[in-house]
């Protein structure tokens, strides 16, 4: 299914920063952004990718910070706070 299909059936595009222990240097952290079209407020693909991780991965999990937005939503419309015309 394409993502407008997803988006109808409120879908969301849901961005996670994952953040992970080094495998070789467990007191440094690295950061992965992960980013799928999910379901809020339960994230399912999320949670699907997150036992994966911790399934088949080395680097444990530290933390994990997810943000999500629906794509399709009324305009907004504002007023410019100035406008410059160049010749």
């Not at 339960?42 to 943000?67: K, M, Q, Y």
Request: hydrophobic fraction near 45%; proline fraction near 8%.
């Amino acid at each position: 299914m394409g993502a407008l299909g997803l988006q109808l059936r409120d879908y969301r595009l849901t961005t996670a920063e994952i953040l992970y222990h080094m495998p070789d240097h467990p007191h440094l952290l690295q950061s992965y952004l992960w980013q799928e079209y999910d379901l809020a407020p339960n994230f399912p693909a999320l949670h699907r990718f997150l036992d994966f991780w911790v399934r088949n991965l080395d680097g444990p999990l530290h933390s994990v910070e997810v943000a999500g937005q629906p794509l399709i939503q009324a305009p907004e419309a504002r007023f410019a706070a100035a406008y410059l015309r160049l010749q």
